[in-house]
């Protein structure tokens, strides 16, 4: 049975109630808060080394601990293994005219993935009736252990709705792709948290290092968005 560790206590998924994440996110911001200002210091000399553009933190009422940056990026040509287990292309699952939040993420993980997985949960339901309009999309960074069977079952945890969408393929196609977004860290247990969100028919991204709440990816989708 796969375990949920926090600190020293080791607490069984299968017994907790259904709100578990909500409770798991109260106690674990407390333990990731050094991590959080870890990370926005590298974010501002990564953002300077890759040649994108640092705004300012406070933008959209950002959290002091949350880089704000504007990039492009150029997506590779590689298939991806959705989590209903169709291949497909990763620049045509970006290009399907939504605006676009994209995360990194791995199944085992337990610390930065539920926490960025539990936002994207609760920005589904901020956009209520229209959060199919945007496309949310999570890509494992252990796709040899994240099967699609898997995939579904992480996403089955976290209500994913039809607008949200889990990924998986071969280690090559992964890596390449947290490349390309300037993701990758050399192995899954060193990555940080990373939100990327475009507009539809956009080559801009922005670049949100840190916890990003529901609330500031919200704000970045834009008010067309927000008010469906």
Known sequence: ???????????????????????????????????????????????????????????????PEITRTLATYTVPSVTLVRSDGKHVSLPDELGDDRPVVLSFIYTTCTTICPLTSMTLAELQGKLGAGRDRVHLMSISIDPEQDTPARLREYAREFGAGSGWQHYTGTLAASVASQRAFNVYRGDKMSHSPVTLVRQARSDRWVRLEGFATADQLLSELGPLVASR
């Open 1 to 63: 049975m796969r375990q949920v560790v926090r600190a020293d206590v080791a607490i069984s998924r299968s017994d907790l109630p259904r709100h578990w994440l909500r409770l798991f996110i109260a106690c674990a911001l407390a333990s990731v808060a050094a991590l959080a200002v870890t990370v926005a210091g590298l974010g501002i000399s990564r953002a300077q080394a890759s040649g994108e553009e640092v705004v300012d933190a406070h933008h959209h009422h950002l959290a």
